[in-house]
């Protein structure tokens, strides 16, 4: 079957420290992963994404890289802001199936000053 | 581009009665979705429509939900009688239909805060 499965939150770090964020899938076919995050009293946005295996996405200084061979899309920033104080989720659609998506849990960063 | 437009944004009712929910989603997409996040939880998927068909309405409970995307674009969710556990925000969101190897992208609303007193 597929799912998401997140590292359990909240993480706080302090403004410019190192963020990583670690979500594994499991998923029939050629899935395409997805990172949205969630800012208070908001919808989901989407932040990055990557279509195929060892594709990289990246957007407002974070990344994540589609790692097939540990089934994996961890989300890292080098220098974390407060402005980043958000929800994570962390998502992927297997394509078929009519673009059904399977969303993890969700990780809560708190960024300190 | 605009984008996924829902209304209202905030709804208070007492249990037992009925509310209603809207979304237009951006233009072109075939594929309109409504979750259901709970405080601290993940978007639960509620319906799946494409165009104006149902693809998966597995986790609506339907004794008391229903939706309905009428013509194939905007949609309306409604809830009768409310109980306080749907207190919740709704979400909506769109994509594109799928195409090749892979998903879509999904873009979402700002949500409907319901609160069930």
């Known amino acids: 079957g597929n799912s998401v499965t997140q590292m359990e939150g909240p993480v706080t770090l302090s403004e410019e420290a190192f963020l990583t964020i670690n979500c594994t899938y499991t998923?029939?076919?050629?899935?395409?992963l997805f990172w949205y995050v969630q800012y208070p009293g908001e919808g989901l946005q989407l932040l990055l994404k990557?279509?195929?295996?060892?594709d990289k996405g990246s957007n407002k200084g974070f990344e994540a890289t589609y790692r097939k061979e540990t089934t994996s899309f961890h989300l890292e920033k080098g220098s974390v802001q407060v402005s980043d104080s958000a929800v994570y989720f962390c998502?992927?659609?297997?394509?078929?199936?009519?673009?059904?998506?399977?969303f993890g849990s969700g990780t809560k960063l708190n960024v300190k000053p | 581009e605009a984008g996924v437009a829902q209304s209202p944004r905030y709804k208070i009712i007492e249990k037992r009665q009925s509310v209603a929910f809207w979304c237009n989603p951006i233009?072109?997409?075939?594929?309109l979705y409504w979750y259901q996040q709970i405080l601290g939880q993940g978007p639960k998927l509620l319906i799946q429509?494409?165009?104006?068909?149902?693809?998966?309405d597995s986790q609506l409970p339907k004794d008391r939900f229903s939706a309905e995307r009428l013509k194939g674009v905007d949609s309306t969710l409604k809830i009768q009688p409310a109980k306080l556990e749907d207190s919740a925000v709704y979400l909506c969101?769109?994509?594109?239909?799928?195409?090749?190897?892979?998903?879509?992208?999904?873009?979402f609303g700002p949500g409907t805060r319901l609160t069930v007193t």
């Open positions: 429509f494409q165009n104006n068909g149902v693809v998966d």
């Open positions: 998502a992927l659609s297997p394509g078929y199936n009519f673009n059904k998506f399977y």
């Open positions: 233009s072109g997409h075939a594929t």
């Open positions: 998923a029939t076919g050629y899935p395409s």
């Open positions: 969101a769109s994509s594109q239909a799928p195409e090749g190897r892979g998903g879509r992208e999904q873009y």
């Open positions: 990557a279509t195929k295996a060892d």
